[in-house]
């Protein structure tokens, strides 16, 4: 290897003296009213040094650079976890000029109970404005989508905000709008998370069929990635066996049951389909199924998992309304009635039927 290294060194070498020996001839080189005459292999050395030496020098200077924000970095974290907390938020208030520092600051402000001093005025890619709608929804969702309107208009490409606002023009009921901003999504989503998203595009267009009964959203619904909303829907349909048994095969079924029962869809040839499925459906579900149904001798046989559906079988079916039985998959928050976005955490597609620790055995999720 040290012999090729020396080959090479003499090989340049040669050329070097090559190209010197036939390049002595002068050439001028003009600025302004000023002239030089400097021999030819001299002008050229001094330009590929030049184009050589600038961009390295420029690139030792960034690296550098980088390396002391770095360890800025690194003094910032060691300082907020040995409790360091006044210097720890002086020194971070120097890292703002970034805007992708914005958001650990406002979290870590709201974690410590310090008050917020945010200039959005001073930033233009919407990531403050979608960082701050992330804290207040819960206390005050208008003023989180007027942040994260704001946050599109100023990056039109920040999907979180997308995500965001989509789900909460979907509490708002404003599904035309939800709708459009899940396209934008799904434009620019990466392909490993593409048919999670088209299955919000398919709740979506089933909230919203619920609403126009446009016969155009269920050619395109029959065409998407099933939700528990949009299987719902299709399951009270002609051909809506093969949905059913899809919803079976994605550990989804006792959820499309109970949204079919809330949403007032079921039939009784769904009926006979539920029947061949009871093996694998809760008794929480069955009970609110017979309880539709006014299938009165059915309900003997059946032994609510949830102590509140117990309470309400033992004294008055009139109070089952109070009763919780969906919970978010996401934080946890607890619904009467299915609800395709968790308005606690504005997640979609996360509610699923509750289960108590000691529930039986049958295999759903």
């Not at 070097?16 to 390049?23: G, L």
């Not at 029962?261 to 009970?287: Q, S």
């Amino acid at each position: 290897m040290g012999f090729i290294k020396v080959l090479v060194g003499l090989l340049i070498l040669v050329f070097a003296v090559a190209f010197t020996y036939y390049n002595l001839q002068p050439g001028e080189v003009k600025f302004y009213d000023y002239s030089i005459k400097l021999p030819m292999f001299l002008l050229v050395f001094i330009s590929v040094g030049l184009g050589f030496s600038v961009p390295v020098i420029y690139y030792q200077l960034r690296e550098k650079a980088l390396k002391r924000k770095e360890e800025k970095v690194y003094k910032l974290l060691n300082l907020f976890w040995r409790d360091y907390l006044g210097k720890a938020f002086n020194l971070l208030r120097k890292f703002l000029i970034t805007e992708e520092f914005l958001p650990f600051y406002i979290r870590t402000k709201k974690e410590f109970n310090e008050s917020l001093d945010v200039q959005l005025d001073l930033y233009n890619k919407g990531i403050a404005e979608t960082a701050l709608a992330e804290l207040t929804f819960r206390k005050d969702l208008e003023e989180a989508m007027i942040l994260l309107e704001n946050a599109l208009g100023k990056n039109h490409k920040n999907q979180r905000a997308r995500k965001l606002l989509r789900s909460v023009y979907m509490v708002y009921g404003d599904y035309e709008k939800a709708e459009n901003l899940q396209r934008e999504v799904l434009k620019d989503i990466e392909k490993e998370r593409k048919v999670r998203e088209e299955r919000v595009l398919a709740s979506i267009l089933a909230e919203k069929y619920a609403v126009t009964e446009d016969k155009l959203i269920l050619k395109e619904l029959w065409n998407l990635p099933i939700s528990k909303t949009s299987a719902a829907l299709l399951s009270s349909m002609v051909g809506g066996g093969e949905v059913f048994e899809a919803a079976y095969n994605l550990g989804i079924l006792p959820e499309v049951i109970k949204i079919m029962e809330e949403k007032n869809l079921l039939t009784p040839e769904l009926l006979n389909l539920i029947e061949n499925y009871k093996h694998i459906i809760p008794d929480d579900v069955l009970y609110y199924v017979y309880l539709k149904l006014n299938m009165n001798e059915k309900l003997k046989d059946i032994n609510p998992s949830l102590r509140e559906l117990n309470v309400v079988k033992d004294n008055d079916s009139r109070f089952l309304e109070l009763v919780r039985i969906w919970e978010c998959d996401e934080c946890g928050k607890e619904y009467v009635r299915y609800n395709s976005v968790c308005r606690n955490c504005l997640e979609v597609n996360t509610l699923k039927i509750k289960r108590e620790e000691n529930d039986d055995n049958r295999q759903y999720k």
